[in-house]
């Protein structure tokens, strides 16, 4: 087990009810078509150490985001899947988590780089900007909103990283991309554009449609080579969808 363990974060204002309070997964649901490779994966030697470390995390005190890792395998079935978006790691400031890539809980501000997301769906779409920061309804049409490690601490981004999820998530990620059926990918940074070898190792890779931009944090969403701002995912995701006949999605 690792033991370069991040320092407890100052603040705890987090209610038991919006954060991570025992590391239990067989007690977190899923959705048809994902208890497998879950299974697989807790049982693993992966998944025991993952266990192992953020269990300890917990008891040492620390606040851990989101009260469900596994909440987009909850709403989205794993045949349901149309949409994949792949984000980094659960936000970590106190009640924004909660469990899906991007999608912070109703009533939290919405976060920057979502923020440019609604202003990409604005320009795409004609959408007016959302009152809500949560995309449960997008889970619910068949949007995998995964990121690839699954819990956080309370104000360290990034501290529960390569600890051992990203082999769960990379797993997720071969499994949705070996289906017969067209889907998208949307890859937006370096970090997502990195696990594009995972979907172009299907071999259904020549039906899928994978598109790729920067990552819509204010940072890099206008930058080139590929700014998020203008890329029209939204739009030409539908347009394939109603090609391929599966039908658009209500974004």
Not at 132 to 147: C, D, F, I
Request: net charge neutral; hydrophobic share 45%.
């Amino acid at each position: 087990m690792q033991t370069n363990l991040w320092p407890l974060s100052s603040a705890s204002s987090a209610s038991p009810a919006a954060r991570l309070t025992a590391w239990q997964p067989q007690t977190w649901p899923v959705a048809a078509g994902w208890r497998t490779v879950v299974d697989r994966f807790f049982s693993g030697e992966a998944g025991v150490r993952l266990g192992g470390f953020v269990q300890q995390r917990l008891d040492a005190g620390a606040v851990v985001f989101p009260p469900q890792p596994l909440r987009a395998l909850a709403l989205t079935p794993l045949d349901e899947v149309r949409v994949v978006i792949l984000g980094q790691d659960p936000y970590h400031g106190a009640g924004q988590a909660e469990g899906l890539a991007f999608s912070v809980a109703p009533g939290e501000k919405i976060p920057p780089s979502l923020r440019n997301i609604f202003k990409e769906l604005q320009c795409d779409l004609g959408l007016p900007p959302a009152a809500s920061g949560s995309l449960v309804r997008w889970s619910q049409q068949g949007v995998l909103l995964l990121n690839t490690s699954l819990t956080v601490e309370e104000g360290l981004p990034a501290s529960h990283a390569h600890q051992g999820w990203e082999a769960l998530t990379d797993a997720i990620l071969q499994t949705v991309s070996q289906a017969e059926r067209p889907l998208v990918f949307m890859l937006w940074g370096a970090h997502a554009q990195g696990k594009r070898a995972l979907i172009e190792s299907s071999p259904h890779r020549a039906q899928h449609l994978v598109q790729v931009a920067n990552h819509p944090s204010p940072l890099s969403a206008s930058r080139p080579p590929a700014p998020f701002l203008g890329c029209g995912h939204f739009s030409k995701a539908n347009q394939f969808l109603v090609s391929q006949k599966v039908g658009p999605l209500v974004w």
